[in-house]
């Protein structure tokens, strides 16, 4: 492993000299790409070299022990105790941090939330995880840009999507796609019946477009004039826009925006993320056939998480995870949730199962 390290802090230097470098700080694309390598190697470099400094520490330590006078022994094997056991803390940082990095690390989310199963009662709890995820990136300090959203009758959404930014998002929010399940009784409920519906939440990192290649020739655009209420003239002209993809079939729609021009921009931005992740997809798919989509069909036994209003109980079912306090969740209180998945995760990269 150190001879791994040594030859990533010579990259770490060299890419310090790039920096300066007023070649490259000409050059955009050239100045991102050595920034943001730069940047994930800066927590490796620090850590390898605070571990040689606390080797230093305790072979120096060591050395002194040899000819030490009986009180000074006392001292040295406290300081040798004390660099041993912050070498051992700071190896197993070091065994985390060489693990294979995440490649969408660093990239803002789009989330594309929807009612599933439970009909009306499913478009608000939909609604109910809108909200969730606006007031985690809230308290995260990420910003939010709504896309597009169709609400629905009782005021929950039919489909929210929503682009998420924060150097932190990808990685916080990446475990949150799939089915989630909830257990309450409905405002739509006259008996007070607990009733089981649920929502789909779909993440996608958002592409640049050097990532993802379309080709024109390969879009299928349609537009036609925006439904719902139009506010100051939305739905007056024909500024919707419907943007298919022919060779893989995928379409997106957006129609918020008032222009055509800047409701083609968000379909086309949509549409990269999810060609990203489709390209992804095939590359996991291809190393884990048993791999499944993150949404499925949307139904109930396909659920990653349940929400039960009567027990206070917020339980994800990918790692056997359960807590009682479902309403700070639903407020936007997700560390704990997200702590417990990205602790899963790193334990299955150490394993080697990944």
């Not at 700071?90 to 009909?119: S, T």
């Not at 291809?286 to 009567?310: C, D, L």
């Amino acid at each position: 492993m150190f001879e791994r390290l040594a030859s990533l802090e010579d990259e770490f230097i060299s890419l310090e000299v790039s920096l300066g470098d007023p070649d490259v700080m000409g050059d955009h694309e050239a100045l991102r790409r050595v920034s943001k390598r730069y940047k994930d190697l800066t927590p490796v470099v620090d850590c390898l070299r605070a571990h040689r400094e606390r080797s230093a520490d305790a072979e120096a330590a060591r050395e002194l022990l040899v000819d030490a006078s009986e009180t000074d022994r006392v001292m040295l094997r406290a300081e040798l105790a004390s660099a041993e056991s912050d070498l051992a803390d700071l190896e197993e940082q070091l065994r985390l941090l060489m693990l294979p990095k995440d490649p969408n690390d660093g990239k803002a989310v789009i989330m594309e939330i929807r009612g599933a199963e439970g009909g009306e009662e499913g478009n608000l709890f939909a609604g109910d995880l809108y909200e969730m995820y606006r007031n985690f990136a809230a308290v995260k300090g990420w910003s939010v840009e709504v896309l597009s959203l169709d609400a629905s009758d009782l005021g929950g959404v039919n489909l929210v999507t929503i682009l998420i930014q924060g150097d932190t998002a990808w990685s916080r929010l990446k475990f949150e796609g799939g089915t989630h399940r909830v257990q309450r009784v409905p405002a739509t409920e006259s008996q007070g019946r607990i009733h089981t519906s649920s929502a789909t939440v779909l993440v996608l990192p958002e592409a640049e477009e050097v990532e993802v290649e379309i080709d024109e020739r390969d879009l299928e655009i349609d537009v036609y004039r925006s439904s719902g209420p139009g506010g100051q003239g939305v739905n007056t002209t024909d500024s919707a826009v419907r943007v298919t993809h022919k060779p893989t079939g995928v379409v997106v729609a957006m129609q918020d925006e008032r222009s055509q021009l800047q409701n083609r921009a968000r379909a086309m931005q949509v549409l990269r993320a999810r060609l990203l992740k489709m390209a992804q997809d095939e590359q996991q798919a291809a190393m884990s056939v048993e791999r499944r989509s993150q949404v499925g069909g949307g139904g109930r036994g396909e659920k990653i998480r349940t929400y039960n209003f009567k027990e206070n109980r917020v339980t994800d079912h990918r790692i056997g995870f359960t807590i009682y306090r479902l309403q700070e969740v639903l407020a936007g209180d997700l560390d704990e949730v997200v702590d417990a998945l990205s602790a899963d995760e790193r334990a299955r990269q150490l394993a080697g199962d990944e």
